[in-house]
T-cell receptor, first 117, second 111 residues
Framework: GAVVSQHPSRVICKSGTSVKIECRSL??????MFWYRQFPKQSLMLMAT?????????EQGVEKDKFLINHASLTLSTLTVTSAHPEDSSFYIC?????????????FGEGSWLTVV | GESVGLHLPTLSVQEGDNSIINCAYS??????FIWYKQESGKGPQFIID?????DKRQGQRVTVLLNKTVKHLSLQIAATQPGDSAVYFC??????????FGAGTILRVKS
């Protein structure tokens, strides 16, 4: 079946630095990718919708200058956390869909743990 | 409904018993729901979905019930096994295939 891969699975970075997380669809073209954030023992919160070749659409309250999203190809979206702070430490999860219409199958990545020290 | 800063409730069941996990939503126009299972440190895994033109849908050992009158859906797991231990989320599939996740429920299966 379709696989969505995230890299790195775990990353530790120093406060003030930037870190990039990749989300790849391995065997299908993803016109739309979504980025979620999940704190321990909480639900997934949608951060942004990433469409290939266009600017990402951010959810209310998510700082677009802090969480840079690039969807440069139909198989790759990246999330860059800029000037990271300890409160940015979280589990970041991407999902990918072969279509933007409701009902097209959504595949989730395995998530990336970010720890900012 | 949406979950903001909520901590997850826990359901403990004995192995072999049936589990019922509940989810409420607030928008009467909501018409497409998905249940996900999330194991520790992993991404969500699709279990079953249901659209509002149905009130029941069955899969392998799982049943989803949708009550549009009271805006409630449930996931029933038959003969719960230790491997079912995980966090379960209901999610609403909204426009553009965006998912809005519910608060989630921790399922613990006791052997």
């Amino acid at each position: 079946g379709a696989v969505v891969s995230q890299h790195p699975s775990r990353v530790i970075c120093k406060s003030g630095t930037s870190v990039k997380i990749e989300c790849r669809s391995l065997d299908f073209q993803a016109t739309t990718m979504f980025w979620y954030r999940q704190f321990p023992k909480q639900s997934l919160m949608l951060m942004a919708t990433s469409n290939e070749g266009s600017k990402a659409t951010y959810e209310q309250g998510v700082e677009k200058d802090k969480f840079l999203i690039n969807h440069a190809s139909l198989t790759l979206s990246t999330l860059t956390v800029t000037s990271a702070h300890p409160e940015d430490s979280s589990f970041y999860i991407c999902s990918a869909s072969s279509g933007a219409y409701r009902g097209s199958t959504i595949y989730f990545g395995e998530g990336s743990w970010l720890t900012v020290v | 409904g949406e979950s903001v800063g909520l901590h997850l409730p826990t359901l403990s069941v004995q192995e072999g018993d049936n589990s019922i996990i509940n989810c409420a939503y607030s928008n009467s126009a909501s018409d497409y729901f998905i249940w996900y299972k999330q194991e520790s440190g992993k991404g969500p895994q699709f279990i079953i979905d249901i659209r509002s033109n149905m009130d029941k849908r069955q899969g392998q050992r799982v049943t989803v019930l949708l009550n549009k009158t009271v805006k409630h859906l449930s996931l029933q797991i038959a003969a719960t096994q230790p491997g079912d231990s995980a966090v379960y989320f209901c999610a609403e599939n909204t426009y553009g295939n965006k998912l809005v996740f519910g608060a989630g429920t921790i399922l613990r299966v006791k052997s």
